[in-house]
């Protein structure tokens, strides 16, 4: 007994051991956020400090000074975040996360972003490429200063490789990737419609929206809805118990996150002050840390004094979106056509690439087909080449980083055309009260084509031109601009800028129809617009399963009773809701069944195709398309009730709801959010340590109050430059990537309750000092 007592005492001890040693070694892994610093890599004295929140407030004597301390503090707080981002885009994620990301690497290696961007540093002015090396300088000291590095590398057992200039430009390509890849895949997938399902299909799929809020108020024609013959299938999967009728032989299909934002903006006479106000709130995945960085740049630019308060993106030396107390600034994704596939003659010639990629354990080859206009891709034996933007050499540069410079509108416009970011809707408010939007970003000169694949005779060389005269409107009648992935541009503008797949347009069209409402705001007004989750674009779908279920009053009594009490909003406790939104999702995927299951026959599905399905779902139900019935389904009510019969089903068994008790079943359950850390899944009950707390959801899609699970609004700001001491700016997470520091949560919590936090540095807690060594 004794030996046994003392073997579990030596075990208890060995663990605490093990803790303690866990501990001192995660410790040893905080920077330090004070004291005095020597380097030999900036020109004069700079300072790096940090409020309550963690805002990194710096101050130098030249953007380049500036640059270096940015660098710095970005690599304290997020070296690992900064790793993951370079390597998303040059396909270089295997080596330090392991396999699992190989398909990612695979993917993303054949646009070869590491070759791209060593020519596009190349191509920069000598300014640019002396603040993206100050910057490097900043990374690397503050990683060199680190005892330990984040616990993330511990856990992967990887090392930090050194920063180095075109590693920033990496980090702007990594936007591409989040902003716009999808654009490609759209278009191939549309192309891959027309192949197998023929005209009539493609048109279905690419039907103009009703739901249109261009700012010029011009509208696309919509011609009457031909429905076109269901496309047969040679044989319908069966399960053993059911027929072939709704959810019984199919994957459900998911839409594809909205990846975009809002913004919008106001004249000063309609602000309660001479200034123009402006609100952006960025959509894009919401992870650990949040993407973006807050922090104030403090420097002299010959005779200006420039204070610029914003968010940047760990990695690039610029404040992204913010206000410098002239002029506020903001994006939303254009989704201009900047794609086109080429179907490749059979006598053209290609070159096989292979590329190594290193993996934990050594490393392999992937080899893929490559022409002089991209990367190439097969279908059914036909070769097409991809010819993306972002391919071109004109892609990225760090022009975005002046922006901190701008003092007027004018002066703005001008930088903007200069920009090479994902094209992008840019929204400029300044002090003087004027607003303008501008088409911001590396857009090509050449006139877009259908989104279909065109004929290796029709590529345009006005490929290898940027477009030098971007559509802009400045000071509207109305005073007011909006932007939200819709349709923004004119009809007249379509023939140069072309639709790289709009978003569907009622969220555009619900925050335009809110500013029309409203003579005067202040950032509270602003801020109601951005939180506004009236569920408008759900109301048919709500009429619709409503008098579905009126059919069967008794068998449905709660589930009217739900749905009479839904609020007609995307609210935390609506059930009502939930039903009519997952409704919505099942009636389309049913319906979508005949041409999903062909397309699985080709490793494809149809999940890039919804953004703009929902006129045509709404021709096949309101035309009563019986050959779009599956089989064993007489009409569309019957249809409609075994939908969501089988949707009700579902959502009882993932939520652990009662099927006479729909309470948790309410949208702030099935739409909870939960940000978490790219690891939390392999830390089991650790994970806690590491993800934010999980909010009961609020908002959803095609409503001004964007959020899923894990995607919405990656920051919120509300500005009126001059006024910056009233602005908002919140982000879902705090400054640091490290669990254990004090900012790792900072502002989570006034997010997700939807507070606010404000713009401006608060009281200063900690500062470095930077000194020049002679």
């Not at 410079?405 to 994902?422: C, F, W």
């Amino acid at each position: 007994m004794k030996a046994i007592k003392w073997g579990f005492l030596g075990l208890g001890a060995a663990a605490v051991m093990l803790i303690l040693i866990a501990y001192i070694g995660l410790t040893a892994s905080l920077p330090s956020l004070d004291g005095n610093i020597t380097t030999s890599t900036i020109a004069e004295p700079a300072s790096l400090r940090r409020d309550s929140i963690g805002t990194a407030v710096i101050s130098a004597q030249s953007q380049s000074d500036a640059a270096y301390a940015l660098g710095y503090a970005h690599a304290q707080d997020r070296l690992f975040q900064m790793d993951l981002l370079r390597r998303q885009a040059a396909g270089e994620l295997t080596e330090i996360v392991g396999q699992r990301a190989l398909s990612v690497d695979k993917k993303h290696r054949v646009h070869q972003f590491r070759q791209r961007a060593q020519i596009a540093f190349d191509g920069l002015s000598s300014q640019e490429q002396q603040i993206l090396s100050a910057y490097t300088n900043g990374v690397n000291e503050a990683a060199q200063s680190l005892s330990m590095k984040p616990f993330e590398y511990l856990l992967t057992g990887s090392k930090f490789a050194p920063w180095v200039p075109v590693d920033s430009l990496l980090a702007s390509y990594s936007m591409y990737i989040d902003l716009q890849l999808a654009q490609t895949e759209r278009d191939f997938r549309l192309n891959v419609i027309k192949d197998l399902f023929g005209d009539s299909m493609y048109r279905f799929f690419t039907l103009p929206s009703n739901y249109q809020a261009a700012i010029d108020f011009s509208i696309i024609d919509i011609p009457p809805v031909e429905v076109p013959p269901a496309p047969q299938l040679s044989k319908m999967k069966q399960t053993k118990d059911k027929p072939p009728v709704a959810f019984n032989y199919y994957d459900s299909v998911q839409e594809q996150p909205d990846y975009g934002s809002n913004s919008w903006a106001v004249i000063g006479e309609l602000s309660h002050s001479q200034s123009a106000m402006l609100s952006n709130d960025m959509h894009l995945g919401l992870r650990v840390p949040a993407i973006w960085y807050r922090a104030q740049l403090n420097y002299k630019s010959g005779e200006q004094n420039v204070s610029v308060t914003g968010v940047s993106l760990p990695g690039t030396p610029a404040i992204i979106v913010g206000s410098n107390g002239h002029i506020a600034w903001g994006f939303t994704n254009s989704n201009i056509d900047n794609v086109d596939w080429i179907k490749l003659d059979d006598a053209t010639s290609t070159q096989t690439i292979t590329e190594t990629i290193l993996t934990q354990s050594g490393s392999e080859t992937l080899e893929f087909e490559m022409s002089k206009y991209g990367p190439v891709r097969k279908f059914k034996d036909q070769r097409y080449a991809l010819k993306w933007i972002a391919h071109q050499d004109y892609a990225v540069n760090i022009r975005i980083a002046d922006m901190a410079k701008v003092i007027n509108i004018e002066s703005g416009l001008k930088l903007a055309k200069e920009v090479r970011i994902p094209a992008q809707n840019m929204l400029i408010a300044d002090s003087a009260g004027s607003i303008a939007w501008q088409l911001t970003g590396a857009m090509t000169m050449r006139k877009p084509l259908p989104r279909y694949a065109i004929a290796e005779a029709q590529y345009s060389p006005l490929w290898d031109e940027p477009q030098l005269m971007p559509a802009n409107n400045i000071n509207p009648e109305n005073g007011r601009l909006w932007t939200a992935n819709a349709r923004v541009i004119g009809v007249k503008d379509l023939a140069q800028f072309g639709d790289g797949g709009y978003a569907l347009g009622a969220r555009q069209q619900q925050i335009k129809d809110l500013l029309m409402q409203q003579a005067r705001f202040n950032e509270q007004d602003f801020y109601d617009i951005q939180l506004n989750n009236d569920a408008l674009f759900l109301k048919p779908w709500h009429e619709l399963l409503l008098n579905t279920l009126n059919r069967k009053p008794q068998q449905y009594s709660h589930d009217i009773d739900a749905l009479n009490n839904w609020g007609a909003c995307a609210c935390a406790d609506s059930v009502g809701y939930t039903l009519v939104r997952m409704f919505r999702s099942g009636v389309i995927n049913q319906l979508l069944v005949p041409i999903n299951e062909i397309l699985k026959e080709h490793d494809l599905s149809t999940s890039y195709l919804l953004r703009s399905i929902e006129p045509a779902i709404w021709a096949i139900i309101e035309q009563d398309a019986k050959d779009w019935l599956p089989q064993n389904s007489d009409d569309f009510p019957a249809l409609m009730l075994s939908v969501y019969d089988d949707t009700k089903t579902r959502l009882i068994e993932q939520h652990d709801a009662k099927s006479d008790d729909l309470s948790q079943l309410n949208w702030g359950n099935v739409n909870a959010l939960e940000v978490k850390h790219p690891f939390s899944s392999t830390l089991g009950p650790l994970s806690t340590l590491v993800d934010m707390p999980e909010v009961a959801g609020y908002g959803d899609s095609f409503l001004p109050a964007v959020q899923s699970g894990s995607f919405g609004a990656s920051q919120r700001l509300i500005v009126r430059p001059g006024n910056e001491d009233k602005a908002i700016l919140t982000v879902p997470g705090g400054q640091s990537g490290h669990f254990m520091s004090p900012y790792y949560k900072t502002g989570f919590n006034e997010y997700a309750a939807q507070g606010n936090t404000p713009l401006l540095p608060q009281k200063i807690q900690h500062e470095i000092n930077f000194t020049p060594s002679r």
